[in-house]
């Protein structure tokens, strides 16, 4: 980065720029990305380019450009994440599998191990457009720094939770890159520096960048937790729940950052911890995991049981419950969970404690609650991780206001949806549809539906979002998001 001459003095542009930098370095995410700043000037960027990034690294800034340090601050995130998410990568990019030189004899010879080779096909302008709105929504979501875009903008694209997602929307759309707002250049550029050469990886070679915002989200997320709970270290010898958690932590991309940011507690050890549980409990607001070592389970077993609490936490299943029954939506809750677990054959199922009904794949936790409720006594009585009749979501220290959720609530649920994206793009491992459409829908907006009672037999939506209002009446609270009438 270029220094000022001796004795001359910086433009207010100049240091309100780095103020910003200095916003992004302590921030616990976007301060652990190794990613080089580099200032620069309306003379090699142009007069309305913010901010460049290149596929090698560099993040291009404009002094010359008037923002306050917030705005940079997000302007400047926002540059990272092109890198941090491997925009500049061919294989992440639209296009097709084509067969490589010799690939026919291959299949002739019953050869499967020889794979075809991705092509990428794009408008690449296009392609920027849609990593721009990704980040835009990602962004908004962590609620980091002032962002250029209206929200609701992002809104119309709906639940496209990838960048390829998004790039087939707007091609299906027809919707022009000419009309791209949401990046750091000038209306209608791209902020990307060439992203029409692709970058491509030898076998034994990976995106640094990529790894890098993986090992960055779980340590934001374990600090975040500890400076939260004003924690020290444990540094007693790992039990077998401990290495089980750490497992998540170094090899299971989904769960990991989870993993990393919550506490794992003995019962048996800490007299404040709940000692009515069985097997393992979760509370979320606290970001705690209680286990009993006298349970008698293996390291594959509590591989199974923390990955069914990381779950509850990261679904944010104790926020969802409202009104319901909590020991029946706990229930359901675990019929779900544990229906995918073991379809993604994760750790080994517990032969106690478990809630599973093959009869019940592929509904949903709602769907669930609602079959139980026909038989409340019989279904109360379901033995849940926790015990019978216990849920193994423990509420206790949350405060219900999902208009304003907690920060260990953002980090849980950006730590999933991360963790998908990691997940899903270097192919770590099968996940059934129904949870990525869950973990997806944590970063929608909710939508308010009122009825006058009188299309109910059209209507399929979940009871939580819909209100039957009596005509002339009021709704009884200020709603904050759209409001749809329905008559």
Known sequence: MAKKKSGEALSKNEQQLLVGIELVKSHPLFGRLRIDTRLSGKTALGKNVSAMTSAHGNVYLNKDCSHTPAEWAHIIAHSMLHLAFGH????????????????????????????????????????NMACDIYICKFLSDVKFGTPYVDTIELDHFGNNADERRIYDYLVKNKIDSSSNHFGTAADGAPDMVKPDRPLTYDKNQKNTYVAGFAFALADSVRSVINSAADTETDNRPKTVMHKAAQWFVNHYPLLGGIASGFRIIETSRNSATPDDISIAAVNA?????????????????WKFVLAHEYLHAGLQHHARRQGRDPQLWNVACDFVINSWLVEMQIGLMPSCGLLYDKDLQNLSAEEIYDRLTENMRQSARLETFRGYGKGDIIQDGYTGNLSAPTSLDDFCKNALRSGLEYHMSNLRGYIPAGLIEEIRALSMPPILVITDGYVEHDLCIRHEHAFLIPEGNRLPFRPRGKVFLIS
Request: aromatic share 14%; charged share 20%.
């Open 285 to 301: 607001a606290k970001g705690e995991i209680y286990v009993n070592r006298a349970a008698g389970l293996n390291y594959e077993e």
């Open 88 to 127: 500049f990568d061919a294989e992440r990019m639209p296009g097709y599998f084509r067969q490589s030189s010799g690939m026919s004899d291959a299949i002739q010879l019953g050869v499967s191990n020889t794979a075809a080779e991705w092509t990428v096909q794009c408008d690449f302008a296009l392609w």
